[in-house]
C-alpha cells in the first residue's frame, strides 16, 4: 500500500471487479482495494505493450522509456504496498488474529522474493533502451519474466485476501485502524506517492476517487489536478497500445 493511500485510508478486499464499488461491513478499505486491482491490472498491461509495439516494430527507444517510466510509477505503488503492509498492516491484523503469525511471515518471504522480479523487469526493461544484448533475445526473456511475476502476485494477492484482508476489515478495531492510518500517513511525505497517483485512480469508480482525494491538502490537491494527473494523461497517450 501506498504512503499516499496510507494518508486516506490503506486497504484492500477480496478482488471484484476493477472500478467496481461495493461497501463492505467493517473499516473501509478503498485504497486496499484500489491497489489490488492495479496489481492485477498493470503487470500483465506492460507484457501487452511491449509485444504489441515489437509486433508492430514501434518498440524503439522512446517507446522503451515511457514505458520505463510508467512502470516505475506502478512500482513505487507497489513497494510503498509491501512496505506498509510489513511494517504497520501485518502487525495490526496480528493483533486481532495471532493465530496468523505463519501467513504473515509467509507473505513477507514472498514480498523479498517478488521484489528479485522486480529487479528482472527493471533490468530487461534497461537493457532494450540501451540496445545491451540481442534484442528479441531480452525481449522474449523480460516477457517470460512479466508472466512469471504476473502469476506470482496473483497467488501471493489471494493469500493476503483469504487470510489477512477479512481480519483488517472485520476484526481489528476501528480505534487501531485509524491509530494505523495516522502512524502511515505520519511515516511518510506524501510527495513520494502524489505523483503516483493518476496511475492508482485512472480506472477508480467516481466514490472511490473522492474518497482517495478527499484527504488531500487544498494546495496538494490543485497541484495534482494542474500538473500530475494532466501529465499522466500525456505519458500514458504516448505508450504503445495495451
Do not use: C
Not at 513505487?76 to 496480528?94: F, N, Q, R, Y
Not at 486481532?96 to 522486480?118: W, Y
Not at 484482508?165 to 506524501?190: F, I, N, Q, W
Request: glycine fraction near 10%; hydrophobic fraction near 40%.
Amino acid at each position: 500500500m501506498s504512503a499516499t493511500t496510507a494518508t486516506t485510508q490503506p486497504g484492500s478486499t477480496p478482488a471484484h471487479p476493477a472500478g467496481a464499488s461495493i461497501p463492505a461491513p467493517g473499516n473501509n478499505l478503498t485504497g486496499f482495494t484500489l491497489t489490488h486491482d492495479l496489481i492485477r491490472r498493470v503487470i500483465p498491461e506492460l507484457g501487452r505493450r511491449l509485444a504489441g509495439a515489437a509486433a508492430t516494430g514501434t518498440l524503439d527507444t522512446a517507446a522503451v522509456r515511457g514505458l520505463t517510466t510508467w512502470w516505475q510509477m506502478f512500482t513505487t505503488i507497489l513497494d510503498g504496498h509491501h512496505t506498509s503492509e510489513d511494517s504497520h498492516v501485518w502487525p495490526v491484523v496480528l493483533a486481532a488474529e495471532p493465530g496468523l503469525t505463519g501467513v504473515a511471515r509467509t507473505l513477507e518471504e514472498q514480498h523479498a522474493s517478488l521484489d528479485d522480479h522486480l529487479a528482472g523487469i527493471d533490468e530487461g526493461l534497461r537493457q532494450l533502451a540501451t540496445g545491451q544484448g540481442e534484442r528479441e533475445v531480452v525481449l522474449t526473456g523480460l516477457l517470460a519474466r512479466i508472466a512469471e511475476f504476473d502469476a506470482l502476485m496473483h497467488d501471493h494477492l489471494g493469500l493476503e485476501e483469504r487470510t489477512m484482508v477479512p481480519v483488517l476489515r472485520e476484526k481489528v478495531t476501528a480505534g487501531a485502524y485509524r491509530a494505523m492510518l495516522a502512524s502511515l500517513a505520519s511515516g511518510h511525505d506524501p510527495m513520494d506517492f502524489v505523483p503516483t497517483m493518476p496511475l492508482l485512480l485512472e480506472r477508480a469508480a467516481p466514490e472511490a476517487r473522492t474518497f482517495m482525494l478527499g484527504g488531500m491538502p487544498p494546495e496538494l490537491r490543485s497541484r495534482y489536478e494542474a500538473e500530475f494527473e494532466p501529465g499522466y494523461r500525456t505519458l500514458v497517450a504516448a505508450l504503445p497500445a495495451a
